[in-house]
């Protein structure tokens, strides 16, 4: 049984004001694991305060600081991977396969770009007789989410360090235990009091105050599109800086000439992956009209093989993340019958023998329209939708028919006819054949967010532009 029961604040752990706690479920058995303090408007006060006093010191440290500092935390961070990997194990149900390689390995992969980026990145630029000037913003709040708790909290904490930023993360409390050991990591590389703080919390207790906080510079939210209206909302009244990355539909467009045994499997596979509990998951998998059949029949093979259980099985996926998702899920599974499309496999209800746990079966949907409601909203589940279309405007009209705009995907033979696709996809980030990038930009169109994440793309968001004009003789 954990407990955490401490917020580190100004370089040390401390003793919330007012104590109050919440239980965090094991989702592969519906117990309680472990328990956490929640915070309060006082706590992210004193949290904020303690980021204000140490932002002039940190804001003014050489590059050569800032490396130091972050090689630290790689030191720390390669010695804690397996912590790391329990922790996410725990909280998430994610199997050690995924908890011990892409979830720890994102927040790995972000920390050693971001030393790289830092390396070379240029703060200063001289145009004529004015300085350009790249300053840090000031006091960041991050709040992150549970589905990749480690890359989200690595791509808003590694860049606002190495920018010069202070700043408070509220880790995710359905998944705060990987945050604490991410924490405890920054606390044994000698992070500067004040320079890093941590609160538990909840999005109106913690999540509030957090945004709303007219000392704090810049919000950093990652999340879903309604609590991304919100922190929104909260933030305006400060005029302060808002980033968000949120929720997602992506079409992956599978075009004629695709290997369809390897593109339609990829897609599968791809969604599938972090039991569909990703934001730039492939849920709508667009195949042609003239292929249905054969992209149906791959489908249903490929999701049939896909082993659901415990999570300490190795070739499984493990859970979704709580009851909530679980109940959401289910509700969308059964809309999406009602409103007449076709279960390919899996289905309403826990896979077979699984009674106890918050599993879902692999799902496969065909004959789907868009305007149908599992097309529509965020599943965040192992929930895939085929639809067909007719020519390539018809996939492009269908792909960008959506609120969303994260990610898209093509998969084809002809690279230049994927290229010129990829180029008419309303979305932040297109992997054409499932291509992956940790220095490619991230982030959304549409009600997908604002800002991008990622390598040097993620350090401006951290950054004021300063002209200081006359700077040299004219």
Request: proline share 5%; net charge negative; hydrophobic share 40%.
């Amino acid at each position: 049984m954990r407990e955490y029961l401490k917020f580190y604040i100004d370089g040390a752990w401390v003793d919330p004001v007012d104590l109050k706690t919440l239980d965090v479920d094991d989702p592969a058995t519906e117990e309680v694991s472990g328990r956490i303090a929640i915070g309060s408007a006082t706590d992210v006060d004193n949290a904020v305060r303690a980021a204000r006093r140490a932002f002039p010191a940190w804001s003014q440290s050489s590059r050569e600081e800032r490396l130091e500092l972050l090689q630290g935390i790689l030191a720390e961070y390669q010695k804690r991977s397996a912590d790391l990997a329990d922790a996410v194990h725990e909280e998430m149900g994610a199997p050690p396969s995924l908890a011990k390689g892409p979830q720890v390995n994102m927040g790995l992969g972000h920390l050693t770009t971001a030393i790289d980026v830092l390396k070379n990145f240029s703060f200063e630029e001289q145009r004529g007789a004015t300085l350009v000037v790249k300053e840090p913003i000031g006091v960041c709040g991050l709040i992150t989410p549970w589905n990749w708790p480690l890359n989200q909290i690595a791509c808003k904490v590694f860049p606002a360090l190495a920018t010069g930023c202070t700043m408070v993360l509220k880790p995710s409390e359905v998944a705060p235990y990987s945050g604490q050991i991410f924490t405890e990591i920054l606390d044994t590389a000698g992070v500067p009091a004040g320079v890093y703080n941590m609160v538990f919390g909840d999005g109106p207790g913690v999540g509030v105050a957090l945004s709303s906080h007219p000392d704090v510079d810049l919000v950093s939210f990652t999340g879903s599109t309604r609590a991304g209206v919100d922190v929104a909302r909260n933030a305006a009244p400060t005029v302060k800086r808002v980033t968000q990355e949120l929720g997602g539909k992506s079409a992956n467009i599978v075009l004629d000439d695709a290997d369809f045994a390897k593109s339609v499997t990829a897609g599968v596979t791809t969604m599938m992956l972090n039991s569909g509990q990703s934001c730039n998951a492939p849920s709508r998998m667009l195949v042609p009209n003239s292929r249905m059949d054969e992209a149906i029949e791959i489908a249903r093979e490929t999701a049939a093989q896909v082993a659901v259980g415990d999570p300490d099985n190795k070739t499984a996926i493990g859970p979704v993340v709580s009851r909530v998702q679980f109940d959401k899920i289910q509700r969308l599974i059964q809309q999406g019958i009602d409103e007449g499309a076709t279960v390919v496999v899996g289905g309403p209800g826990r896979p077979d023998g699984l009674e106890v746990g918050y599993y879902v079966k692999p799902t496969v949907f065909a004959n789907v329209k868009n305007d149908m409601t599992i097309a529509r909203e965020e599943i965040f589940g192992p929930v895939l939708c085929i639809l067909g279309y007719d020519d390539l405007d018809d996939a492009i009209e269908i792909a960008n028919d959506t609120d969303y705009g994260l990610a898209g995907y093509v998969s084809g033979s002809d690279l230049e006819q994927a290229r010129a696709l990829a180029r008419r996809i309303r979305a932040g980030s297109i992997a054409i054949n499932h291509g992956f990038d940790l220095n490619a930009p991230f982030g959304g169109y549409k009600r997908s967010g604002n800002g991008r994440e990622w390598s040097d793309y993620g350090f401006h968001e951290y950054l004021e532009t300063k002209a200081i004009l006359g700077y040299s003789p004219s």
